[in-house]
T-cell receptor, first 111, second 113 residues
C-alpha cells in the first residue's frame, strides 16, 4: 500500500530565505508526482508535475526534484515571500490515476 | 477557459440526512475524481468517473455514491450522514483516465451537526 510522508509538518522562516520541503513515498512504481499549494479552506493549486521519467521541474522560484528509486521528492522555494505562506501538499499518482497525498507542510513566511 | 467549479460552497446538514454535491469539470476534460479532506489531513480518494461509470473507488463505504452526466459533470451523494463526514470535498478533473494531470476545484465545505 502506497504511503506518502511529508517532513516537516510545519515550517516558519523569515522572508528572503531559501527553503526545502521533503516528500517520501513507499512504492516507487509511480507514474508522476505533483506538488500542490493550498490556502486555508480553499482548493488545491497545482504547482509542478514531474513525470516518472523526469528528474526535476522548475517554475519561477520553485524547483521540484524526483528520485524515484529512493522514493523521495523535494520542493525548493527560492527567496521566500510572505505570499508563499500556505500548506504544500505532495501527491503521487499510479497507473489508475488516483492521487495519494501526504498530510502536507504548513509554511509560514514572516515579513 | 473555465476551470473546475463546485457547488455549493458551504453546506450544513444534520446527522442522518442525505447530501448532494456538484462538480463541473474543466473545459475539455472528461474524467472526474472526488476527494475528501478532513481538517489537518491530506485529501483521500473517494472515486473516479469516466464515461458515466464509476471506474475506481477508494476505501469509502457504500453510503458514498456518485453519478456522471453526458456533459461530464458529476454529483457526489452521501447518505445517512455521520459527524465524521464533516470535511472539505474536492472535485478534480482530467482528460481521460489514468495518470494524467488533475485540476482541482475550490471544494465544498460540509459540516454535519
Amino acid at each position: 500500500k502506497q504511503e506518502v510522508t511529508q517532513i516537516p509538518a510545519a515550517l516558519s522562516v523569515p522572508e528572503g530565505e531559501n527553503l526545502v520541503l521533503n516528500c517520501s513515498f513507499t512504492d516507487s512504481a509511480i507514474y508522476n508526482l505533483q506538488w500542490f499549494r493550498q490556502d486555508p479552506g480553499k482548493g488545491l493549486t497545482s504547482l509542478l508535475l514531474i513525470q516518472s521519467s523526469q528528474r526535476e521541474q522548475t517554475s519561477g522560484r520553485l524547483n521540484a526534484s524526483l528520485d524515484k528509486s529512493s522514493g523521495r521528492s523535494t520542493l525548493y522555494i527560492a527567496a521566500s515571500q510572505p505570499g508563499d505562506s500556505a500548506t504544500y501538499l505532495c501527491a503521487v499518482q499510479g497507473s489508475q490515476g488516483n492521487l495519494i497525498f501526504g498530510k502536507g507542510t504548513k509554511l509560514s513566511v514572516k515579513p | 477557459d473555465a476551470g473546475v467549479t463546485q457547488s455549493p460552497t458551504h453546506l450544513i446538514k444534520t446527522r442522518g440526512q442525505q447530501v448532494t454535491l456538484r462538480c463541473s469539470p474543466k473545459s475539455g476534460h472528461d474524467t472526474v475524481s472526488w476527494y475528501q479532506q478532513a481538517l489537518g489531513q491530506g485529501p483521500q480518494f473517494i472515486f473516479q468517473y469516466y464515461e458515466e461509470e464509476e471506474r475506481q473507488r477508494g476505501n469509502f463505504p457504500d453510503r458514498f455514491s456518485g453519478h456522471q452526466f453526458p456533459n461530464y459533470s458529476s454529483e457526489l451523494n452521501v447518505n445517512a450522514l455521520l459527524l465524521g463526514d464533516s470535511a472539505l470535498y474536492l472535485c478534480a478533473s482530467s482528460y481521460r483516465r489514468g495518470a494524467n494531470e488533475q485540476y482541482f476545484g475550490p471544494g465544498t465545505r460540509l459540516t454535519v451537526t
